[in-house]
């Protein structure tokens, strides 16, 4: 850990400009600066290096911008830091012009045909090529010697097998990755993913290792040169810093929007590196063939206001320069996005989420991870739109955070668990805490191999029998006793794969599977087939605590098809059968509602993101939402007032048995109600 840790106080509101190389011909400081402060951003990030040097460089293999023609990075960096801007030097060492590639044909990326990937005259390299393994390293000390930068961020670091065009170019083949594979596992490469074969699976292990091996070398140089320098992601050599993650749309990624982008992202961050902060960007440009058209003012401002109701900050990222920028739709809802941070910046730092509940998930990057994301989305829609308060924690981090803060423990459909990982869950279970887990779970070890019994010992007692398709199949419900929203129908609707398992004899059991019935003709759609007794959700004991089993996918079927049914059997497992306590009133599900605090302080802050602009696939201005009651649980001894953020107003509140009740006459996009 260094002493200069500037970041830790310093109020975080981050613009990036993505500079292209011909913004550097008229790019004036003065206006630059001017820009970033009718934001009041206090963090720029700039394009330095890597792929094009935006400064006259003297490395022979650092590709010169032929357009450095306005002011100069150093009389840009200069201006911001004369007024408290702090500079971010914007690296991308995943690709080199082809002139430098053609003095050196071994740094290329290489494909199964032996190809390179030529991408407009920009040419992949390997992470394990001489380039990035030694180069990098010189460009890095290069910028950080010669610019008075405060931080660094790479894109695109690691394995990337995909280009602007979204085409896969599959498993590198280069000699650098032939040979470190052969030496760390004494195989060749696989040529295609397949997780039947071992050889692949080694391969993303292999993966995993020298990525990390690489950040930690890169993050350990950096430190050695500039101890000051804050590096995105540096849980190598700091024990606090930034964590940087995106909200973005793609023409091609499957619908629907996953609409609480800013949410999660900023909640995984906070919830896995509780010291680190979270600056989850808000993605002006639709997609990169449309780099220049923003999406909605509205969708912006409400993934700002998602990640600072999860104790993130405020983060923008456009193409190009402000005062050139060409769609300038989202600047004003983005610019009052920054202004209520600015106005309540003292307050909105360090906030964790004041909750007894997490769902855990696999490393994932903007959605894209380990595991299965969709019942993971499904399942976090069904807690928020049900006013639930909790954290998602990565699995890659339950060892070093553990889960003694937590009473309820969520598993959406991990099936790959690290024995260790599964050692903390199986402690936290028998000494009190409820797990929910729904698809398979810990069926396979982290390098992915099959195991024979679970890798979590609180499911042992469950026998598993066989996977089947259930479309057509339902589950009935006889006893009513369990549930609330459904309590106006008998049946609740499956599909994907239901996993048959033998269940212990103590094992309580809610719903009856209906195996695949006909469903055509209409004369013969009825239960040919009687009711079995595998269940919907299964309640085992196990210690002092319970385990709550999903044999199926309801997640992946509310992400999808977001039906009512999916959602009413979701609240009653969460309210009736784990018996969680929300956020009780009359907030509409398209309201996000969380409570944050700080460590060693006593106010709590209720933040209320309005999210009823979205409908359909588009997002317009929230309505403005009238007349709200938040009864909130509150393990707190008094409540001497509430003060609505937005206008300073005091909230009428009544306060009894450990429920606060506040009535919240107007709600705008977002607001934040500070209880003392
Ligand atoms: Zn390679």
Known sequence: MTQNQWWKNHHWRFIQTNLREIDMQDIDAKQYVQDMLSFGATVAMINTSGI??????????????????????????????????????????????????????????????????DYEGDVHVCINSEYQQTYALEIIRETLTELDVDGIFFNMGGYVSGDYSGRQHGICQCGSCRRRFREMTGNELPRQADLADPVYRSYLM?????????????CEFIKSIRPDVLINHDTYTEDSGFIRQESNTAWDRALPHWQYSGSENTKWVRGSFPTFISSNTTVDFIDFPSRHVAVSPWQQALRLYQGLANGGMPDYYLIGRLDNHRDRSGFEPIRQAF??????????????????????????????????????????RALTEAHHLFDVMLLSQVVRQGLAKYQTIILPGC??????????????????????????????????????????????????????????????????AWTEALRDTDLVTIDGDYFYAEYPADAE??????????????????????????????????????????????????????????????????????????????????????????????????????????FGNSFYKPLTLTDLRVQVPLAAKTVRSVTRLSDGEALPFSWQEQRLTIEVDRLEAFDALLIR
């Not at 490395?59 to 201006?79: F, M, N, R, V, W």
């Not at 106005?343 to 994932?364: M, N, P, S, W, Y």
């Not at 992915?448 to 598993?464: G, I, M, Q, T, Y």
């Not at 907030?587 to 409570?595: D, G, I, W």
């Open 206 to 218: 292999f993966r995993r290792e020298t990525t990390t091996a690489y950040n930690r070398k890169v």
């Open 52 to 117: 094009i040097a935006s400064y006259p460089t003297k490395l022979p293999y650092h590709y010169q911008s032929p357009y450095l023609t306005g002011d100069s990075l150093k009389t840009i960096i200069e201006a911001c830091h004369a007024h408290d801007i702090r500079v971010m030097a914007r690296t991308d060492f995943s690709k080199v012009r082809r002139v430098i590639y053609e003095q050196h044909p071994d740094w290329a990326f290489v494909d199964t045909d032996g190809q390179i990937v």
């Open 509 to 614: 059991r809610y719903g009856r599977l209906i195996p695949p019935q006909p469903y055509g003709p209409p004369e013969r759609c009825y239960s040919l087939y009687p009711a079995t007794d595998y269940p919907a959700a299964a309640r085992l004991h196990y210690g002092q605590g319970t385990v709550i089993l999903l044999p199926w996918q309801p997640g992946r079927l509310f992400q999808r098809q977001g039906y009512a049914n999916t959602a009413a059997f979701l609240s009653d497992v969460l309210g009736r059968i784990a018996e969680l306590q929300p956020i009780g009133g009359n907030l509409p599900p398209m309201v996000e509602s969380t409570l944050l605090y700080r460590d060693g302080e006593d106010f709590r802050l209720l933040c209320l993101v309005n999210g009823s602009g979205h």
């Open 415 to 480: 099936a790959a668990l690290a024995a260790e990982t599964a050692t903390v869950i199986d402690q936290a279970v028998h000494q009190g805490a409820t797990l929910i887990s729904s698809g398979l779970t810990g069926r396979r070890n982290e390098r992915l191999d099959e195991l024979s019994e679970n890798a979590l010992a609180c499911l042992r007692a469950v026998k598993p029998l066989a996977e089947r398709p259930a479309r057509g199949a339902y589950f009935q419900l006889d006893d009513h």
């Open 339 to 380: 202004q209520f941070h600015a106005r309540h910046q003292e307050l909105f730092r360090d906030l964790r989420a004041d909750c007894r509940t997490v769902i855990l998930a696999g490393d994932h990057w903007g959605g894209h991870g380990d595991g299965d994301m969709q019942e993971f989305f499904g399942l976090y």
